[in-house]
């Protein structure tokens, strides 16, 4: 079966710009969350949807934003770009989120910001 | 406030050999934790996954243990291959999701 497909696998864009990467999840799961991994703070949660809805929110600014799709593909958003951005996001899918069944990674979105 | 904590950061051990890579966490109401391989520019993949009532889950060479009243996690891997080199991240949750920063593992050959 198809894995978790992020896209792009590598974006560089400028201060102030805003980005949008895409997740699409395996068939079947409805559960999608996303990270921020970084060399300083490692890997973080961003947030997680479930059926569309924003089920769970990690500590991070009201730039970085997202959505799900009724086929529960999902898009991540961040506005303003700084350059502590810069970073590999990674997104998981998974049935029921909460690592009842485990996640699933995508390769992850590698971004810079210059 | 939940941390996970990793140690060592880094290990190298000969082609072979046994070893455990640890996993503590300051809270011990955890709804489960999961242990995680990550590949150099790549993304996670799963290897095990305990739930706050088990104690312990196996697959294959790796053996993951859970003590919740203690707040540690051991990843035990057997006769270690030059393929097992890579980071291992262990997570646990309870209202969130929060890992550890990885211990990153160089097998000799």
């Known amino acids: 079966k198809a894995g978790v497909t992020q896209t792009p696998r590598y974006l560089i864009k400028t201060r102030g710009q805003q980005v949008t990467l895409s997740c699409s999840p395996i068939?079947?799961?409805?559960?999608v969350s996303w990270y921020q991994q970084t060399p300083g703070q490692g890997l973080q949660f961003l947030f997680e949807?479930?059926?569309?809805?924003?089920?769970n929110k990690g500590n991070f600014p009201g730039r970085f934003s997202g959505r799900q799709f009724s086929n529960s593909r999902s898009e991540m958003n961040v506005s303003t770009l700084e350059l502590g951005d810069s970073a590999l996001y990674l997104c998981a899918s998974s049935l029921s989120g909460f690592m009842d069944y485990g996640y699933t990674f995508g390769s992850g979105t590698r971004l810079t910001v210059v | 406030k939940q941390e996970v904590t990793q140690i060592p950061a880094a290990l190298s051990v000969p082609e072979g050999e046994n070893l455990v890579l640890n996993c503590s966490f300051t809270d011990s109401a955890i709804y489960n934790l999961q242990w995680f391989r990550q590949d150099p520019g790549k993304g996670l993949t799963s290897l095990l996954l305990?739930?706050?009532?088990?104690r312990e889950q196996t697959s294959g060479r790796l053996n993951a243990s859970l003590d919740k009243s203690s707040g540690r996690s051991t990843l035990y891997i057997a006769a270690s291959q030059p393929g097992d080199s890579a980071t291992y991240l262990c997570?646990?949750?309870?209202?969130?999701?929060?890992f550890g920063k990885g211990t990153r593992l160089h097998i000799l050959p």
């Open positions: 068939s079947g799961h409805r559960s």
């Open positions: 949807y479930f059926s569309e809805t924003q089920r």
């Open positions: 305990i739930q706050s009532s088990q």
């Open positions: 997570a646990v949750v309870n209202d969130k999701i929060i």
